[in-house]
C-alpha cells in the first residue's frame, strides 16, 4: 500500500522529469551526490517520518504541553523521535561538510523535510526551527558562536528558537522594547518579554539556544535599532560543558487550536535579577554588529517563509491522500443512471462532486509542492550557479515568490483539507480521522512568520517595485519562456499558455496602474487580493510546466498514468481555478476604495 | 457595550425597516401579538441567552461529555441553562396556542434563536432538535401521540432526536436496514443502528424521543420503504408515568473536532433483546401512514435546514463582532503615511487590509441573517398570508431558497469565522479567544443535515427543475421586483440593481443550458459551482433590499449610521463578491467534463 504522507512518485515526476535535481550534482559543492545519494535520504526521510513521526501525531494533539513547576511535559514520543531524527543527519542535509553537514541540495532537503511535515507538523517544527537558527548564526555568527552553538545544533544536542514577537508588538517589529544592556565583558544583559515563541522551553534537549532580537539603549528608534542576540537556556563553558542556568523563565505555555505538539511560550529574560556574578538581566551575545538585527532575521526569512509553505503543502497533501484512500473504500449511494435501489452502492470516489473534491485537491497540493521544490531549487541556482548572473536572477525571482510561496499553501491547502473533511463527512469531523486534525494544524500557517496581510504588503509594496521592478520583470520573462515552450508544444499546451500569458500580462498591468496612482494607500488598500490574484498565476505556471514535464516523460512511458493525472490536474486549474483572478484583477484595475471609505463607526 | 454576540440594532432594522413584522399582528395568528410582545420577547432570549448559554460556551467545549458506564456525563451549566430556557416557554414560540405555544411568526422566533446559536451553538442544539422533532409529531402524528410525546417536549420535559443515518448509509438514506416488525397491539419492535445521532443519549431530561427512520418488513426497496417511529428512550404508561426502559442503548459518542458540548452517539436499537413482556426489540410507535418516512422527514426539513443555516449565520455573527471590538481595541503598526516609529501605534481596525476582513465579515454574517429572516418570514406568508396563490408562491420560493440558506451561511459564515481568526492573529488561534471555537463549531455545519452536495444536487437535481421550473420562475420574479424598486429609486441602488439583474439572466440562462444536454451527468457534474453562484446572486438581492430598506429607513434618520453601514457593506458585497460568479457561470456555460473524466487511476 502506498503512503498516504506523500507521493513518492510525484516527488520522483518533480525531482526528476521535472527539475532534474541529478544535473546539479555537476556543480563542486553536489559534486559528492548523484541520484542514488538522493534516493537513499528520500527513502530515509520517509522511512523515520513514518515509523516515528506519524504513529504520535495525534497523541501530541490531544495531550499537549503541560507545565510542571518550571518544567514543560511533553509526551515522552516527541523526544523518542526527535533522538531519531538527530541520529540521521537530516538537521544538517543542507549545510557545509565542514559543520558536519551533508552538501545536499535544497531542492532535495525540502523534499525531505515534506515527510516529517506531512508526518507530524508539530514534531517537525523542533529541528525546523533549529535549523533556521543554525543558519542565521552560519550567516551572521563569529567562529566562536558556530562552535559553541551551531555545532551542538547539528548533533542534536541542543535546540534552536527565533524570539521577534513580543506582547504588544506582533507584526510590528518596530514596537520591540526587549533591551540588552553592554557589559565590560563584551556581552549583554537581556531584559524584555517575548510572546509566541515556539519551543520556547521542553526538556527535548541539552540547551536552548535563543535568538533574541532586543534594542542596545542609545540606539536608533524604530527597526532600525534592532539587534540580533544568542541567549542560550543554560550558560556554557568555554569546554562546552553547561554551566549555569540563564535568567530565561518560562512566563506560560499559550494554548492552540493545533499544532499542539509544538510548545509555543511566554519567555521572560532578565526578568528574574538572579544572574551568575550577581548582575541581573540574561546573559546574551551580540550576531554580527549592532542595529543589523531586522536585515539579518530577514536575511533568512526566506528559508523560513519557504518551510512554512513547506509545511502547509505537507499538510494538505496528507489530507489529500487520506481523503483519497477514504473515498475509494467508502461505499454509499448509487450513480445518477441507477435508479434500482437493489443495485450495489458504489464507492464515493466515483461520484462527480467527490471527484471535484479530489480533483481540486490535487491541483492545489500538487501545485504548491511545485513550488516549494521549485524555491528550492532556486535557492540551490543561488548558491551554485556557475554564472553570477544566474545567482542574481535566482535571487531575484526568489524574491518576488517568497510571500507567495508562503502564502498560498497557507490559503490553498488549508482549502485542501477542509476539502478532505467534506469528503469524508461526518467521519471527517471526528477525532477518528486525521483530516480534522490537518485542518486545525495548517490554519497557523496564514498566520505565523508574517500574517497573510504582511505578505501582501511585502509583495506588492516591495518586492514587486524594487529595483525599479526588476523582480517582477524576472517573473514574467521566467513565466514568458515557459509560455514560449509550451506554444512551441502546440495542443493543449500551447492553449493554455495563451491563459497563463494573458493572466500574467494582467499582473503587469494591474502593478502599473496601482502604482501609477502615486497613492500608496490606493495602491495598498488591497494588497491581499494582489497576493492571491498573482499566486493563482503562479500555481497556473507550475502546472503548465507539469504538464510540459508530463508529456516529455510519458513519450518514455505513455502507460504511466501518473502523466494523465498531471495533465487532468493542470486544466482542472485553469479550468476551474485560473479564472477566478479575473474579478479580482478588475477590481485591483478599478483603484476600489470600499475600505478606505469604510468609517470605524459604520460597523 | 453592545452585545458581542449578535447586533439588536440590526435585528431591528431587519424585522422591523426592512420585514415589517409588526403588519403580520393584522393576521387572525398572530392578532395577539405587537410590536412590543415582539420586543419583550427578543429581550428575553438576549439575556437568557447571554447569562445562562453564554458563559458554559468555551466549558462545554474543553469538557466533552464522557460515558460513564451507560450514563452520559455534561457539564451541570448544560442542564441548567436548559432549564432556564425551558421556563421561558421560548420553545414553543412558533407552535399553538392550543398545544402550549406562543404562536409567534417565524421571523421573530428565528432572531429569537439566533441569540441562543451565537451564544452556545451546542447547548442550543438540543431545543432545536427538540422543536423539529415535535413539529413532525404536531404534522404527522396521532392526537394521542401529540399528547403523550410532544406536550411533554413543549414543556422541557422531554427532549426529541432524529435517528436518519446508519452506519453505512449516511447521505443514502435508500440504504438504511433498521427493521420494524408489527406486534399484535399495533405498536413495533425496532432491530437496527443509528448513527451520528445528536443529542441521543444524556441524562438532560426525564426521556428522550427518538424519531426513527426504519423498514416495516414486506414494504418496497430503497426510500420508498422508509416509515417513521416514536422510539422513547423511556416507555410511559398511558397515565404518562414513566414505565420500563426501551431497548435503546447507547454503543458510543462520537469525539468531534468541534460542536462537543452536544453529545452525538451511535444507538443500538433493539439489540439487548431484552423487552417488557419478554419480546425483542425497541418498542415503536408508527407515526402517520406506513412507508411516508421519507416524505414526512422532507417536509419538516425546510426548518430544519432553515436552522443550520441560522446556526451558521449566528456562529459568523459572533465571530465578527468580537472580531470588531478586538481590532478596535489593538493597537499595533501604524498609517503608511507615519514613517516616524515616534508616532503611537493605531488600532488595527484602522488598517485597510483589517477594515476588509471586517467589511467581508459584515456582508457575509448581515448578509446571511438577512437570508435567514427572509426564510422566516416565508414560513409566514405560506402559513398565514390571506390570499392562497400568496401562500403557494411563499412555498415555492421557500423550496428554491432551502438548500441556499442551509448552504451559504455554511460557507461564507464559515469562511467569516476564518477571518475573525485572521484579525486576531497569533491571538485568534489560542483558546484564550471564543473565534477559534467557533470556527470549529462551524465546520460542522456543511455536513449535517445533508452535506453541501446534497444540497446542490437538492437545487440544480430538482428545486429549479421541479413544476416545469416554477420554482425558479417565482425567485426570477422576485428578484425582478426588487430589480424594478431599485431601478425605480435610481442612483446607485440602480446601479446595483442592474448588476443583479445581469446575475439573475445568467442563473436562468446557465439553469437552462445545463438541462437543454439531455444528460443529467453533465448538468450535475458541477452542482456544487452551481450552488454557490446561485447563492452569491441570492445574497448580493439580499444586499439590495437592505439598500433600499437602508436608504428609506434613513429618511427619518439621516444620521444613524447604520444605514451608512449597510449602504457600504452592500457595495462590499457587488464589488468584491458577486463578480466571483462571472468564472462560475462561465464554466457551468461551458459543460465541462474534467470530473466526469478524471479516472480514479489519476489520483
Not at 71 to 100: H, Q
Not at 539 to 566: C, N, T
Request: with cysteine; net charge negative.
Amino acid at each position: 500500500m502506498s503512503s498516504t504522507l506523500l507521493s513518492r512518485r510525484d516527488l520522483t515526476f518533480l525531482l526528476h522529469d521535472w527539475l532534474d535535481v541529478t544535473r546539479l550534482t555537476e556543480r563542486p559543492r553536489y559534486a559528492e551526490h548523484s541520484r542514488e545519494t538522493f534516493d537513499a535520504v528520500l527513502d530515509l526521510a520517509e522511512r523515520v517520518a513514518t515509523e516515528h513521526f506519524a504513529p504520535h501525531n495525534r497523541a501530541a494533539d490531544l495531550h499537549e504541553p503541560t507545565v510542571d513547576g518550571q518544567r514543560v511535559r511533553l509526551i515522552p514520543e516527541v523526544k523518542a523521535a526527535l533522538d531519531v531524527f538527530a541520529g540521521t543527519g537530516l538537521l544538517a542535509s543542507t549545510l557545509d561538510e565542514s559543520v558536519g553537514g551533508l552538501q545536499l541540495p535544497h531542492t532535495v532537503a525540502a523534499a525531505c523535510f515534506a515527510w516529517f511535515q506531512a508526518a507530524n507538523v508539530a514534531t517537525s517544527a523542533y529541528p525546523m526551527l533549529t535549523l533556521g537558527n543554525a543558519n542565521l548564526l552560519l550567516a551572521y555568527g563569529s567562529a566562536e558562536q558556530v562552535d559553541t552553538w551551531v555545532r551542538p545544533m547539528v548533533e542534536g544536542r541542543y535546540f534552536g528558537t527565533m524570539c521577534l514577537s513580543e506582547p504588544h508588538a506582533g507584526s510590528s517589529l518596530a514596537d520591540i522594547t526587549t533591551r540588552a544592556e553592554p557589559q565590560d565583558d563584551g556581552t549583554y544583559r537581556l531584559h524584555g518579554t517575548k510572546m509566541w515563541i515556539s519551543g520556547g522551553d521542553h526538556e527535548l534537549a541539552e540547551n536552548i539556544v535563543h535568538l533574541v532580537l532586543a534594542r542596545i539603549p542609545g540606539g536608533p528608534p524604530g527597526v532600525k535599532g534592532i539587534s540580533l542576540f544568542v541567549v542560550p537556556k543554560v550558560l556554557v563553558d568555554p569546554d562546552g560543558t553547561p554551566a549555569a542556568r540563564n535568567d530565561v523563565v518560562l512566563v506560560g505555555l499559550n494554548h492552540k487550536m493545533g499544532y499542539r505538539g509544538t510548545t509555543n511560550t511566554l519567555l521572560s529574560f532578565g526578568d528574574g535579577g538572579h544572574q551568575p556574578g550577581g548582575r541581573p538581566g540574561a546573559v546574551g551575545y551580540l550576531v554580527g554588529e549592532p542595529h543589523q538585527g531586522l536585515a539579518q532575521m530577514f536575511h533568512m526569512m526566506n528559508e523560513a517563509r519557504i518551510g512554512v509553505g513547506a509545511g502547509a503543502t505537507a499538510l494538505g497533501y496528507t489530507g489529500y491522500l487520506k481523503s483519497l484512500a477514504y473515498a475509494r473504500d467508502r461505499p454509499q449511494g448509487r450513480p445518477l443512471t441507477a435508479k434500482d435501489p437493489a443495485t450495489p452502492q458504489v464507492p464515493i470516489a466515483s461520484h462527480p462532486d467527490v471527484r471535484r473534491m479530489l480533483l481540486a485537491q490535487k491541483s492545489y497540493v500538487e501545485g504548491a509542492l511545485a513550488l516549494v521544490l521549485y524555491c528550492g531549487r532556486l535557492l540551490d541556482e543561488q548558491r551554485t550557479a556557475p554564472a553570477p548572473a544566474d545567482r542574481n536572477r535566482a535571487g531575484l525571482l526568489l524574491d518576488v515568490l517568497t510571500p507567495i510561496v508562503k502564502s498560498w499553501p497557507s490559503q490553498w491547502c488549508l482549502a485542501a483539507n477542509d476539502l478532505a473533511i467534506q469528503v469524508l463527512g461526518g467521519a471527517g469531523y471526528t477525532r477518528d480521522h486525521d483530516v480534522e486534525q490537518h485542518w486545525r494544524d495548517n490554519r497557523l500557517n496564514p498566520i505565523h512568520e508574517g500574517t497573510h496581510g504582511i505578505q501582501a504588503l511585502d509583495l506588492l509594496g516591495r518586492k514587486v517595485t524594487m529595483r525599479g521592478g526588476a523582480g517582477l520583470a524576472a517573473l514574467a520573462a521566467t513565466i514568458g519562456a515557459t509560455v514560449g515552450r509550451a506554444r512551441g508544444a502546440g495542443g493543449e499546451a500551447a492553449d493554455l499558455a495563451g491563459r497563463l500569458a494573458a493572466a500574467m500580462d494582467r499582473v503587469t498591468a494591474v502593478t502599473r496602474r496601482l502604482w501609477d496612482t502615486g497613492d500608496p494607500e490606493v495602491a495598498l488598500a488591497n494588497a491581499s487580493l494582489y497576493l492571491e490574484a498573482v499566486g493563482h498565476v503562479v500555481i497556473a505556471w507550475m502546472w503548465l510546466e507539469q504538464l510540459l514535464a508530463a508529456d516529455a516523460a510519458a513519450a518514455a512511458r505513455p502507460d504511466d498514468e501518473l502523466y494523465a493525472g498531471k495533465r487532468q490536474a493542470a486544466r482542472f486549474f485553469f479550468r476551474y481555478e485560473l479564472p477566478r483572478t479575473g474579478p479580482q484583477f478588475d477590481l485591483l484595475a478599478s483603484l476600489d476604495r470600499t475600505t478606505l471609505e469604510m468609517r470605524d463607526s459604520w460597523f
